[in-house]
Nanobody
């Protein structure tokens, strides 16, 4: 599976962005998908995840109520709608496909990673 993330950019605090992650391959619909982010000098951290059918989602506390993860299996794409952005959301955002069971917050359950897209929020 190859993942291609896009949609990042520069926005002012309070603004919105929608990230997309397009997957190649016919097995996309069988994977849970996640979004992670990595700020300069920090470890990559979990942001959100969604089950293969979109029925269950999970978010890190700092983005609850502001970010929404969704997916369209017909388009092999997972999205991250980000509203009310804050400067602390500035990071490179990565999408990933989970191939093993376990906590979605654990990077180890994800075997495939996209290249990352930069999100910068100015104050």
């Amino acid at each position: 599976v190859q993942l291609q993330a896009c949609g990042g950019g520069l926005v002012h605090s309070g603004g919105s962005l929608r990230l997309s992650c397009a997957a190649s391959g016919r097995t996309f619909s069988s994977y849970a998908m996640g979004w992670f982010r990595q700020a300069p000098g920090k470890e990559r951290e979990f942001v959100a995840a969604i089950t293969w059918n979109g029925g269950i989602t999970e978010y890190t506390d700092s983005v609850k109520g502001r970010f929404t993860i969704s997916r369209d299996n017909a388009k092999n794409t997972v999205y991250l709608q980000m509203n009310s952005l804050k400067p602390e959301d500035t990071a490179v955002y990565y999408c990933a496909a989970a191939v093993t069971s376990g906590s979605w917050r654990d990077r180890g359950v994800y075997a495939y990673w996209g290249q990352g897209t930069q999100v910068t929020v100015s104050s």
